[in-house]
């Protein structure tokens, strides 16, 4: 064998055992050269005049053959052959002689470059991923290994074992592993096989670079190879983030499936592992999923693993046994007891800002052993033996009512200032760093339209936070609320115009991004699973500078009507509502007109006596809810109510039955004015409640005999009691936690909190003894109440003491539509005055029949009182 066959030979490494490879030139080179070289053009090559041409700028002699057959024993010449193809009998030939081999492209390539030929140990195509260096994971078949590496060599590139700092792109089949991490970690391009094959198959384009960003196409995607199951997630969030697995290569299933290899929960709603999940399935939390789309690459699920530390504190102690109806007076008056203990708990954790967690995890992680909310509070180690007991030793006795409101300011207006430094912390920054960086989510432009104008409310607002925190340590009542307010009066007047006339530009270019943008769609999920946000998209928390001046105004009002004119305060405060109003008047009014405003309008005029100050400006309407009370507090037990839901408050309004309007008698009203009760209005109003008088929102646990069944924890700042309003849905449609979610959210938005979750407790009916005879009122007990209401109004309507001679005269033809002018008895007129009456009262229910009916059991018995109820209600009023 010659000196330059024995060069190649030891040069030369195809085998997968010694893996690490490159395009690095022989090391014989020197013996090479010694040698002449020259280029032997294979097939049809002769008669392309390119080929040709850049075979002869090398200066060196050039040869044509067929097969090549005849150069391949010449020792003479170090002879470089060209094939159009790296396959077939003739390829196979040469190869095994181990001579030099390059593609048309290559030769072109070094033609252009002026280098000289190369000294290549394997055949060369082309360039295409010169200077590559590649790893390999996942793959598992060694006949598809060996033929990425070969098309890898013969485009030029490296290959390498281990993933080294010199290796560039990792090729791998699925997501995970330790080299797809460590790629994911330094940014280490993960591309997929299909890449190498796109190359090879656009070979003959010599200005085609592997590392091109058209290539990037070809990265693999984040969930490739990876089966996810979606755990506890709502239905369109789910369906939402089924749409985004499988844009990004995963396969969505369920936990019955063995080849499951993540199990994705959403830690808000799933307090513990799910039973089924399979063995070998990577349970993660929803932030695992959207920082894998984020960052393009699969995330580590160590650093996301869904923790089951609530297996112990959600275990329930023992069941409560339930009272009877013979039960013992101590046994009554432990039960008072009790109830009076969970009610002072619940309400000494008023504040949300208890808790910074928002999840339903944090929340139950503060489960006792009895798995209630209420055990988790601060409560007294001797229960008192009534509410007004726990509120004397607060110091919200001793707090004049001028103070109470201005701490209600300063707690609000931390709260707004915290939600301005998540935005600006949690957003801007993070996005403004990205924005200098290859991964930038948005551009200069779109930062500045989302966020250019928040900066100055930010700043002015942590300034003026920091004079009125002063004040609250240091109170004194003729301390000056309004100077403060007018003090930044000039500063407000410049923040605030420019963000909320453009608050729709805002608002457009954030949906437009988060629509078109995946990563920035991905980040803001991130960033809405973290407790600072409280569950609260961007858009949300944006929307808070609109809505924070309208709520200083109604403080500032507030605490002007607890000031004394005698007070130095009295003339401030009433320049700084002014100014807080001028501030108000540079905004433009079109901004704060809402859909939700105009309905308004339309619920005002829906409701009888409804209070005029319900339309506001500042006001929206949110939702509606039909319910049946079933405490006593409101209109009565029983009785079908509606409660609108707007951005501050909460009308309770009664269900009018037209049956009843018409129902009167002739001699106290005419014919005109019937018709106009007969087409009033369809509500009564009942009380206007503000949402920051709802300390605590209770979603009673659903059970067979309890179902769709909430309370709201009520205390306005001059009482000092407590009152517990529950009810039962009415249109079993209805979505329970959705309502108590969205009337949660209002309410944070009302003290400026971020998290809403933690006004949302569930307990049991016993717990707050709402037992099932309170559950079960429902249309029966209605219709008890209606047949004694109609008595008493048939009856007076049909009363001939109160009715005017000319209706006597007439009754019996006017109350006998069915009757028989021959047939004049006595007897006959009284039948068919009872016939003519039943026919009246069907025709006057008709209306009636376009309300929905709400089916009762049969065993409520709305004319006894159930013994077993006796203490719900009764026991919480005297509390």
Known sequence: MDETTVCLTESRMTNISNINTGPEQSVCSTSLSRTRSRICLIGEFGNDSRIFDDAQAFDVPVVLSATGAEFINDGSWDTVFVLEEFSGPVYDAIHRSEQRILGPTSLQQYAERREGLPSNS???????????????????????????????HNMGGSVRRDMVSKVTHLIA?????????????????????TWVYAMWEKRNEKALSAASEEMMCYKLKPFHGARVCLFGFPDDERQHMMEVLQENGGTATDLKDPTCTHVVVDESAVQCVPEKAPLKAAIVKAEWFWVSVQNEGCADEKEYLFEDYLETVLSPSGQHSSQTPAASSSARARKRKRLREAVCRLVQNESPALHKRRSSISDAGLLSMSGSFLDCTVSPEKPPDE???????????????????????????????????????????????????????????????????????????????????????????DFSIGNVFLKYAPDLIKAYPPFVNFFENTKEMLVKCDETKPRFHAFLKICQTKPECGRQSLQELLIRPVQRLP????????????????NQDYSALEQALSSIREV?????????????????????????????????????????????????????????????????????????????????????????????????????????????????????KEGDDCHNVFALMCRSNQELKEKLYSFTLADEETDKLGFLRTLCRQMANTVCKADAENFLASLESHQLDIDTSDVTLGTLSKAFKFASRTKMKVGRAFSFNKTPSKLKRAVSTMMSPFGSTTNLTPASQLAQMRLASCNNLNELESPIKEEPSYVAPMSVQPTRKNKCSSLSMAALQRL
């Open 122 to 152: 394997r055949p060369l195509y082309n360039l295409a991923m010169s200077g590559l260096v590649i790893c390999f994971t996942g793959f598992r078949k060694k006949d598809e290994l060996n033929r990425l590496i070969t098309l890898i």
């Open 173 to 193: 089949n699925t997501c995970g592993g330790d080299k797809y991490q460590y790629a994911v970690t330094f940014r280490v391009p993960v591309m997929s096989e």
């Open 387 to 477: 509410v007004e007991a726990v509120t004397s030793d607060t110091p919200r006795k001793i707090q004049s009512p001028r103070q109470q409101v201005f701490m209600e300011l300063v707690q609000t207006e931390s709260n707004y200032v915290g939600i301005l430094h998540t935005i600006m912390s949690m957003f801007k920054r993070p996005l403004e760093d990205l924005s200098e960086s290859e991964g930038q989510l948005l551009n200069n432009t779109e930062l500045k339209i989302i966020f250019g104008n928040l900066p100055p409310i930010y700043e002015v607002h942590k300034q003026m936070l920091e004079e009125l925190c002063w004040a609250a340590s240091h109170w004194k009542e």
């Open 551 to 566: 709520s200083i105004s109604l403080l500032l009002n507030d605490i002007l009507k607890h000031t004394s004119k005698s």
């Open 584 to 700: 108000m008047t540079h905004i433009n009014e079109d901004k704060r007109k809402t859909e939700g405003q105009l309905v308004m309008f339309d619920i005002f005029n829906d409701i009888d006596n409804c209070p005029p100050h319900l339309v506001s400006s500042h006001r929206s309407f949110i939702v509606r809810c039909d319910v049946i009370e079933l405490s006593d507090g409101l209109s009565g037990r029983g009785d079908s109510l509606v409660l609108f839901l707007f951005s501050d408050m909460m009308e309770v309004c009664k269900k009018r039955s037209r049956a009843f309007n018409s129902l009167k008698s002739p001699n106290t009203t005419s014919s005109l004015h019937s018709v106009k009760l007969s087409s009033g209005k369809p509500y009564k109003h009942i009380r206007l409640v503000p949402l920051s008088n709802i300390k605590r929102v209770i979603d009673i």
